[in-house]
């Protein structure tokens, strides 16, 4: 600007003029700088500062674990609110974060600070070991090969479940750890679908009526399953992006829903979260998960498509050839097992989550995925092909579970195995020759998909969606599930059913494979 001075004294004037240079001395002001969007690694810092006479030109800003031993960066901007995002960060970690505001005039505001802490990594992913390669499935439905950090490999909440492959060409199915409950409606539930009113709940608190006292005496042939996915080693669920809860809890705000983590992944019981000694249903440590053979085994320990499951085996020698797996697979850091109960409820419940139950295998010469698995994806677990077979038709499928004291020649392996975490030993009844002492004899096992979602044990088509519902007596002890292809609307992911454990026709087997180590994966692969 300019300005101007005349001076007279009545008879002479005199003027003047000069230039005036405005100077700014009035600092910039930030009023709030607020974490946004925090992730494991990534966080943004939204900024909002006044506007002054120079305007705005620039921000400085710094961030570490050490503030004092942080770097000074800077970001070009003119706006008075922007946002701030940062990269590689380290989960579970706590960070501080300053910025200040720099205008025209080079006047810099007073350094504003904060602190946040980025969120920890849920370890869910499925553990690839040395042996086995991911596989999916491209658009025309064959089979490629693909690597762990496929983002598309799997997205459990879209039906879309792991998938890998052996050497020999046998493919494997992951299930994810997970905490669940049941809610039981006095009407029928379809799809997993609800409606009426609620009598029950299967959950952290055991069996409970609708008031949440304890109880069995309500039906429980119409319920619906609800799953949580959890850390690969602690108790925490999700919800949206973020783990919120602590499943060992009953009720509140960490536990509302009173889910319950599924057995088959934990080495706690329902009732105190203490080792069970009386027969495992479970593991020995908290695990992320296991791998499932996609169908039915055949001869040659191999789980493929279009063959014939393998049958005349004993209780006793699925139980051996179980443990063989990881290592004629060439399977490093593992174990593997013929399929327990706890495992084969642990693969119901998800698939009832997930809405529809698989259509049944009707082959009467127990051929696997029904010749065609492509073909045939409505028979597998999910609808679609990245679900597992055979779990409803084809041929019953022996399991490594039976009654605590009752034994035949067939299941020496099982017998001698019984305190272990291979085999899943069940209670017998006052009189263990009767199928509902027996059952009546294990109301508080849980997990296993059976007493849960059935109305009595005694070979009655009285389990959910009309499956057979027939426990272990005194000369038939070893379990059995899926029913066969001649069981029609009997057979099902929850029949169950007994056989001696000895060589038949209608009797196949079921592999898993679980690994001691496990594996980092972000939120995002499961959102």
């Given at each position: 600007?300019?300005?101007?001075?005349?001076?007279?004294?009545?008879?002479?004037?005199?003027?003047?003029?000069?230039?005036?240079?405005?100077?700014?001395?009035?600092?910039?002001?930030?009023?709030?700088?607020?974490?946004?969007?925090?992730?494991?690694?990534?966080?943004?810092?939204n900024?909002?500062?006044?506007?002054?006479?120079?305007?705005?030109?620039?921000?400085?800003?710094?961030?570490?674990?050490?503030i004092?031993?942080?770097?000074?960066?800077?970001?070009?901007?003119?706006?008075?609110?922007?946002?701030?995002?940062?990269?590689?960060?380290?989960?579970?970690?706590?960070?501080?974060?300053?910025?200040?505001?720099?205008?025209?005039?080079?006047n810099?505001?007073?350094?504003?600070?904060?602190?946040?802490?980025?969120?920890?990594?849920?370890?869910?992913?499925?553990?690839?070991?040395?042996?086995?390669?991911?596989?999916?499935?491209?658009?025309?439905?064959?089979?490629?090969?693909t690597?762990?950090?496929?983002?598309?490999?799997?997205?459990?909440q879209?039906?879309?479940?792991?998938?890998?492959?052996?050497?020999?060409?046998?493919?494997?199915?992951?299930?994810?750890?997970y905490?669940?409950?049941?809610?039981?409606?006095?009407?029928?539930?379809?799809?997993?679908?609800?409606?009426?009113?609620?009598?029950?709940?299967?959950?952290?608190?055991?069996?409970?009526?609708?008031s949440?006292?304890?109880?069995?005496?309500?039906?429980?042939?119409?319920?619906?399953?609800?799953?949580?996915?959890?850390?690969?080693?602690?108790?925490?669920?999700?919800?949206?992006?973020?783990?919120?809860?602590?499943?060992?809890?009953t009720?509140?705000?960490?536990?509302?829903?009173?889910?319950?983590?599924?057995?088959?992944?934990?080495?706690?019981?329902?009732?105190g979260?203490?080792?069970?000694?009386?027969?495992?249903f479970?593991?020995?440590?908290?695990?992320?998960g296991?791998?499932?053979?996609?169908?039915?085994?055949?001869?040659?320990?191999?789980?493929?498509?279009?063959?014939?499951?393998?049958?005349?085996?004993?209780s006793?020698a699925?139980?051996?050839?179980?443990?063989?797996?990881?290592?004629?697979?060439?399977?490093?850091?593992?174990?593997?097992?013929?399929?327990?109960?706890?495992?084969?409820?642990?693969?119901?419940?998800?698939?009832?989550?997930?809405?529809?139950?698989?259509f049944?295998?009707p082959?009467?010469?127990?051929?696997?995925?029904?010749?065609?698995?492509?073909?045939?994806?409505?028979?597998?677990?999910?609808?679609?092909?990245?679900?597992?077979?055979?779990?409803?038709?084809?041929?019953?499928?022996?399991?490594?579970?039976?009654?605590?004291?009752?034994?035949?020649?067939?299941?020496?392996?099982?017998?001698?195995?019984?305190?272990?975490?291979?085999?899943?030993?069940?209670?017998?009844?006052d009189?263990?020759?009767?199928?509902?002492?027996?059952?009546?004899?294990?109301?508080?096992k849980?997990?296993?998909?059976?007493?849960?979602?059935?109305?009595?044990?005694?070979?009655?088509?009285?389990?959910?969606?009309?499956?057979?519902?027939?426990?272990?007596?005194?000369?038939?002890?070893?379990?059995?599930?899926?029913?066969n292809?001649?069981?029609?609307?009997?057979?099902g992911?929850?029949?169950?059913?007994?056989?001696?454990?000895?060589?038949?026709?209608?009797?196949?087997?079921?592999?898993?494979?679980?690994?001691?180590?496990?594996?980092?994966?972000?939120l995002?692969y499961?959102?």
């Amino acid at each position: 600007g300019s300005i101007s001075a005349t001076v007279t004294d009545g008879t002479n004037t005199l003027t003047a003029n000069a230039s005036i240079t405005n100077v700014d001395n009035i600092i910039p002001i930030i009023l709030t700088s607020t974490a946004k969007n925090i992730t494991q690694q990534t966080a943004d810092i939204n900024v909002v500062t006044t506007e002054n006479l120079s305007g705005i030109v620039k921000y400085m800003y710094k961030y570490g674990t050490d503030i004092n031993a942080a770097v000074w960066a800077e970001k070009a901007s003119t706006a008075t609110t922007i946002d701030i995002p940062l990269t590689n960060l380290t989960q579970l970690t706590a960070y501080t974060f300053e910025v200040k505001a720099v205008d025209k005039a080079g006047n810099e505001s007073t350094v504003k600070q904060i602190q946040f802490t980025t969120l920890e990594e849920i370890k869910f992913k499925p553990v690839i070991a040395a042996g086995l390669t991911p596989i999916k499935w491209n658009s025309s439905n064959a089979v490629i090969t693909t690597t762990d950090k496929d983002t598309e490999w799997f997205n459990y909440q879209n039906k879309k479940w792991a998938n890998a492959q052996t050497a020999d060409g046998s493919m494997w199915t992951w299930i994810p750890r997970y905490a669940y409950r049941i809610i039981y409606y006095d009407t029928p539930v379809t799809d997993n679908v609800g409606s009426g009113n609620i009598i029950g709940y299967s959950d952290n608190r055991g069996l409970v009526d609708a008031s949440g006292n304890p109880s069995t005496s309500f039906s429980r042939l119409n319920g619906r399953v609800e799953v949580v996915f959890l850390g690969s080693t602690n108790f925490k669920y999700l919800e949206g992006t973020n783990y919120v809860g602590d499943v060992r809890k009953t009720g509140g705000t960490d536990n509302p829903n009173n889910y319950v983590v599924h057995p088959a992944f934990s080495a706690v019981r329902r009732t105190g979260y203490t080792k069970k000694v009386d027969g495992n249903f479970g593991w020995d440590a908290e695990i992320s998960g296991f791998w499932v053979s996609k169908f039915e085994m055949s001869k040659g320990c191999a789980s493929k498509s279009g063959v014939t499951s393998e049958r005349e085996i004993t209780s006793s020698a699925i139980f051996d050839e179980g443990k063989k797996i990881a290592a004629t697979r060439k399977i490093t850091d593992g174990d593997s097992m013929a399929m327990t109960n706890t495992q084969w409820g642990a693969v119901a419940y998800l698939t009832k989550a997930m809405g529809k139950e698989p259509f049944i295998n009707p082959s009467s010469t127990y051929i696997t995925g029904n010749g065609d698995y492509i073909t045939y994806e409505n028979q597998s677990t999910t609808g679609n092909v990245t679900g597992i077979y055979d779990m409803s038709g084809s041929a019953w499928e022996m399991l490594s579970a039976y009654i605590v004291d009752l034994y035949t020649v067939h299941m020496d392996n099982l017998k001698i195995n019984k305190d272990t975490k291979y085999v899943d030993v069940y209670s017998k009844g006052d009189t263990p020759e009767d199928r509902t002492s027996n059952y009546q004899a294990n109301t508080d096992k849980y997990g296993d998909a059976q007493y849960e979602v059935s109305s009595n044990g005694v070979n009655n088509p009285m389990g959910w969606s009309g499956d057979i519902s027939a426990f272990p007596f005194a000369t038939s002890h070893v379990f059995c599930r899926g029913g066969n292809y001649g069981a029609k609307s009997g057979s099902g992911v929850f029949a169950f059913a007994t056989t001696p454990g000895q060589p038949d026709d209608f009797g196949c087997w079921r592999r898993s494979l679980r690994f001691r180590q496990h594996t980092v994966n972000t939120l995002k692969y499961f959102i």
